[in-house]
């Protein structure tokens, strides 16, 4: 009578078919989108997302007469009352997530919670109301985030200088500024490759230790 073979190891012996690995989960980045109110902050997360991006828009009513102000934005018909959310998978390691902030004073409560995990942020001017945009560069800065600012140029009003705009929201040098379109796919890219060469040139001169 044959001796039946052991279970480890002996020729002819059974073997546990190896269960396949896992493929490793993509690292995540949180990137914000912040400005005032109707500068563009929706616009650029639907031109760069590569899916359709979640949008949390209402359209504006006699309610919000004297609350927002619509100075230079006459036109406009609706606003972000919670958040844009977009995403774009650089490579099957590394995907973007972009969050657009509300523009409008009353919803700035909301930035605190957004903020959380973000690595760094994009804001976006409009020439013909800078000072929509100083709450923004001013977030950031207190919060020691790092961000690029985005002058958008969609409506071909500009007659200023990059030199008398960036003291006109008294950036620090370091802080990179482009001027474009915001509803231009390449914009949006040259945006998020100028914030990611910011944050690598800070991680390089950041103290060890």
Not at 40 to 64: D, F, H, I
């Amino acid at each position: 009578m044959a001796t039946p073979h052991a279970a480890t190891g002996a020729p002819g012996a059974a073997t546990s078919p190896t269960s396949p690995t896992a493929p490793a989960a993509p690292a995540a980045v949180k990137i914000l989108i912040a400005g005032g109110f109707g500068v563009g902050k929706t616009t650029l997360v639907g031109s760069v997302s590569e899916v359709t991006p979640l949008r949390t828009e209402e359209y504006l009513t006699r309610a919000s007469v004297g609350v927002d102000d619509l100075s230079g934005v006459d036109q406009k018909d609706t606003t972000t009352v919670a958040l844009d959310f977009g995403r774009i998978t650089v490579s099957p390691e590394l995907v973007v997530y972009l969050f657009g902030t509300p523009g409008q004073e009353r919803f700035w409560f909301m930035w605190n919670d957004l903020v959380n995990g973000a690595l760094g942020g994009i804001v976006i001017a409009d020439t013909r109301r800078l000072e929509s945009s100083f709450a923004s560069i001013d977030f950031f800065e207190s919060r020691g985030i790092p961000f690029v600012v985005a002058i958008n140029c969609f409506h071909n009003t500009n007659t200023r200088t990059p030199d008398e705009i960036r003291a006109a929201l008294d950036l620090d040098p370091q802080v990179p500024m482009l001027l474009g379109d915001v509803r231009e796919r390449v914009f949006g890219r040259d945006l998020l490759l100028a914030l990611v060469d910011h944050l690598m040139e800070l991680a390089s001169v950041a103290p060890v230790g």
